[in-house]
């Protein structure tokens, strides 16, 4: 154990030593590699920001029954029975209000400002109704459900129009997972590029130490321990380029945020981007630290043989 600490330890001192002899090339490395990752990443925060915004906003979707005009009232209120019988049967809980169309009308004039034309008309355009507020729905990809308890409620006797608020939530969860996908295949392409970088960076060391690695070899030494520190070497850029992308997409949250800040007072709201979570960040950095490692070792696997 002690041994295989030991030519560890080795490795990782060489792989530092070689990239103390060229800082400038390390370092442009480097800045490529982040750029390539900052798209990325800042594609999964906006993501993980907007993601419990969009649960939030579906909590309580409301369905709005009306009904026929014609209907006599002891009809209606004599629905509230079945209704909720078939809210019970959808598994599904939520809260039932009678809307009289009387104070329908009322609640129109106070909401539009129209109440001089609303009374012109003389007799009240509006039906009696209810108003179902469901509230077990906790996500956006729940909202298909609503469809099949709405068609359940159009059919039940008097019942004119139903009309359901969860077209927006569904639109938006369709937008996320749209989202989702295009971060997916930017990620992964950006992915080969890193992949890339570290590959053409690791065959330019490789052939620079061309006649160290014969010398080695010559006095016995493996494969794996000649490989080693070019795998280090692609894990320490992957790793340094993760932490650049993170600190330039962090910077960026400060001015984009100002902005933001500004158009959401508009709507009455204080959204604002938030840095990703700490576990999250360790887990792009170790992703960030194992493209490189892929890449060296690709490169590494490529080229050794040739070098006889």
């Known amino acids: 154990m002690n041994t295989w600490l030991r030519q560890h330890a080795f490795a990782l001192t060489d792989a530092f030593k070689h990239l103390l002899h060229a800082p400038g090339s390390f370092g442009l490395n480097v800045l490529v590699v982040a750029i390539a990752l900052a798209l990325p990443f800042a594609g999964l925060t906006v993501l993980e920001n907007i993601r419990p915004l969009s649960e939030q906003l579906a909590v309580e979707p409301e369905i709005s029954i009306f009904m026929a005009m014609d209907t006599p009232r002891e009809r209606?209120?004599?629905?509230a029975p079945q209704i909720r019988r078939i809210v019970q049967d959808?598994?599904?809980?939520?809260?039932?209000?009678?809307?009289?169309?009387?104070?329908?009308?009322?609640?129109?004039?106070?909401k539009t400002g129209f109440s001089d034309a609303i009374t012109a008309l003389g007799d009240n355009p509006l039906p009696d109704g209810y108003i179902l507020k469901l509230a077990s729905f906790r996500d956006a990809g729940e909202a298909t459900r609503i469809d099949m308890l709405a068609a359940q409620l159009k059919a039940l006797p008097g019942v004119e129009y139903v009309q359901v608020d969860s077209a927006w939530v569904k639109r938006l969860a369709a937008l996320l997972h749209v989202l989702r996908l295009v971060l997916f295949?930017?990620?992964?392409?950006?992915?080969v590029v890193v992949m890339a970088v570290v590959f053409n960076t690791i065959r330019l060391q490789v052939?620079?130490?061309?006649?160290?690695?014969?010398?080695?070899?010559?006095?016995?030494?493996?494969?794996a321990f000649i490989c080693r520190p070019f795998f280090y070497t692609g894990a320490l850029l992957g790793l340094c380029a993760g932490a650049v992308a993170l600190g330039m997409v962090a910077t960026a949250l400060g001015?984009?945020?100002?902005?933001i800040v500004e158009f959401a007072r508009l709507y009455a709201s204080e959204f604002q981007l938030?840095?990703?979570?700490?576990?999250i960040e360790i887990a792009l950095l170790a992703m960030s630290a194992g493209l490189g490692l892929i890449g060296a070792l690709l490169s590494v696997k490529r080229h050794l043989g040739r070098i006889s």
């Not at 052939?207 to 494969?223: D, K, L, P, S, Y």
């Open 255 to 259: 001015p984009l945020n100002g902005a």
């Open 274 to 279: 938030a840095p990703l979570n700490f576990s």
């Open 76 to 79: 209606v209120t004599a629905l």
């Open 207 to 223: 052939m620079t130490q061309r006649e160290e690695i014969e010398v080695c070899r010559m006095f016995g030494a493996t494969n």
């Open 185 to 191: 295949f930017l990620a992964a392409t950006l992915g």
């Open 90 to 110: 959808s598994r599904s809980t939520g809260k039932l209000e009678f809307v009289p169309r009387e104070q329908a009308l009322t609640l129109l004039k106070n």
